[in-house]
């Protein structure tokens, strides 16, 4: 397969999984983060709210605002984001098989054939890892859920950043790495905070080169042209009372130390939703661990030892410690140290993935090149990740399905009963709805939500309720999606 061919492929099958995204609605915090934020309404509203948070993201969506697209617009864009960041981890992951010579070496020769040459391995290998990370339906929440454009509007900016960089340092063009790079890096950072490990990335790229003398000053050149963009973004969030507030907020959620112990089983779950595509959740309602169980100990000690493995692979097996370090990388912004409400959630994994997928776009592509049969298994899996995603679309096009998918994985989500039950209520399933409010308060008595939309549901006080079903509470017993 040419390069071009395999790329097209990726962006081609990618579309066909996501070709129900966008008959999705607006689901959760879409809600408050689009539907109800002046500087995502309008362009007006976006610039008389600047200078503010994640400026670039706000923007994208007054711009769609702006241009009527509704739902169904704003989820294409989202699909089409997704498709651009796709052909971007193609090109990533076939420079890095080319610098590498992994697959080379796994073959055991050092020319091969035509069909087995070190550039269609490389072809391949970046295939058969971009496939995954396009059609992983683990992905469908950073591409389907409209807000999760947050995560992948960024990844694409910082793949960018990345791409452009590594293709200036093999090809000597300085205006790519000294100009283009750094810009799409703060382009990516204007998105989402996370972001502000581009530097840290370009640097592991340049730690698992197996080219040793290229390693010679790319570090120090790294720092002085990504150094400045990273620390312009922290001054811009330490400077800004809203982050300070963001900021005091997280901490106060708990301590650092509890939510390291959290994280590490966190991180744990999050690696099974890789390899159990059927138990996505939207909203899984993580536990806090409170103290050192022998879960958590030998969750955190799981990740140590996987951690101090691979940076003992960096010298020997530079591109096994490139795929396992990057997981790590990419998910240390939002799973480490700083306390989140939500524990995890698996938009989380969206950048984080490209690790795993170089890994076994790595080991499959020798394989791949040699025996046709082995590159028609790897495009039959491939077309199954991308069935199941566009299935997993399915769950976005309702509230009510959105909800009833999250209480059938998490029953002891007590903000997934009482969202399902004000979903149930706006649909004029009175009697469903007063179940499901009803599990929420007994699931979480603590919580004033519930009890409040359960007695205003009884009294026909509920907001939105009186105008969709009347003030007599019209009960459509019709089934729901």
């Known amino acids: 397969m040419t390069r071009a061919r395999s790329a097209g492929l990726a962006a081609i099958l990618t579309l066909a999984a996501y070709a129900q995204a966008t008959r999705a609605s607006f689901q959760f915090d879409d809600w408050n983060v689009i539907l109800r934020d002046p500087a995502a309404l309008s362009l007006a509203g976006w610039w008389s709210r600047m200078p503010g948070i994640r400026p670039l993201l706000k923007l994208s969506y007054a711009v769609c605002a702006s241009l009527g697209f509704g739902s169904p617009g704003f989820h294409a864009v989202n699909v089409g984001i997704h498709v651009g960041c796709v052909l971007l981890v193609f090109l990533i992951l076939h420079r890095l098989a080319r610098i590498h010579g992994a697959v080379d070496r796994a073959a055991g020769d050092a020319g091969g054939t035509a069909a087995g040459s070190p550039e269609n391995r490389a072809v391949l290998a970046a295939l058969a890892g971009s496939l995954l990370f396009a059609l992983h339906p683990v992905q469908t929440e950073a591409v389907t859920y409209a807000c999760g454009r947050s995560v992948s509007l960024a990844a694409l900016l910082a793949l960018g950043s990345m791409a452009v960089w590594i293709e200036g340092r093999e090809r000597g063009r300085r205006v790519l790495t000294y100009a283009a790079s750094p810009l799409l890096a703060a382009a990516a950072i ?234 149930y209520a706006l649909a004029c399933r009175k009697s469903e709805a007063e179940a499901a409010l009803a599990t929420a308060c007994r699931l979480d008595p603590s919580d004033y939500t519930a009890p409040i939309n359960l007695s205003m549901l009884r009294d026909g006080s509920l907001p939105g309720y009186r105008e969709a079903c009347g003030s007599a509470g019209r009960v459509d017993v019709t089934p729901g999606p």
């Not at 170089?358 to 791949?368: E, F, N, S, T, Y």
Request: with cysteine; proline share 6%.
């Open 190 to 423: 204007a998105t989402k905070e996370f972001t502000l490990v581009i530097p840290a990335a370009l640097l592991l790229i340049v730690l698992c080169d197996p080219r040793r003398a290229r390693r010679r000053g790319e570090a120090a050149r790294i720092l002085t042209v990504h150094g400045p963009v990273l620390l312009a973004g922290l001054l811009v969030i330490l400077a800004s009372p809203v982050y300070r507030r963001l900021l005091a907020t997280s901490l106060a959620i708990r301590d650092v130390g509890t939510n390291l112990r959290t994280q590490s089983t966190a991180i744990l779950w999050l690696c099974g939703q890789l390899l159990r595509p059927g138990h996505l959740v939207a909203d899984p309602k993580l536990p806090v661990a409170a103290s050192w169980t022998p879960s958590v100990l030998a969750a955190s000690t799981a990740i140590a030892a996987l951690l101090v493995l691979a940076i003992a692979c960096i010298r020997r097996r530079p591109a096994v410690a490139l795929g396992v370090l990057w997981f790590f990388l990419w998910i240390a912004p939002t799973n480490s140290f700083l306390p989140r409400f939500d524990i995890a959630n698996d938009r989380q994994l969206y950048v984080a993935l490209i690790g795993p997928a170089w890994l076994l776009g790595r080991a499959l592509a020798p394989a791949m090149a040699a025996r046709k049969a082995v590159l028609a298994a790897v495009l039959v899996a491939a077309a199954g990740l991308g069935a199941a995603s566009f299935v997993r679309n399915r769950v976005y096009f309702t509230e009510i399905g959105f909800w009833e998918d999250v209480v059938a994985k998490a029953p002891h989500n007590a903000r997934a009963h009482n969202n399902l039950g004000y979903a």
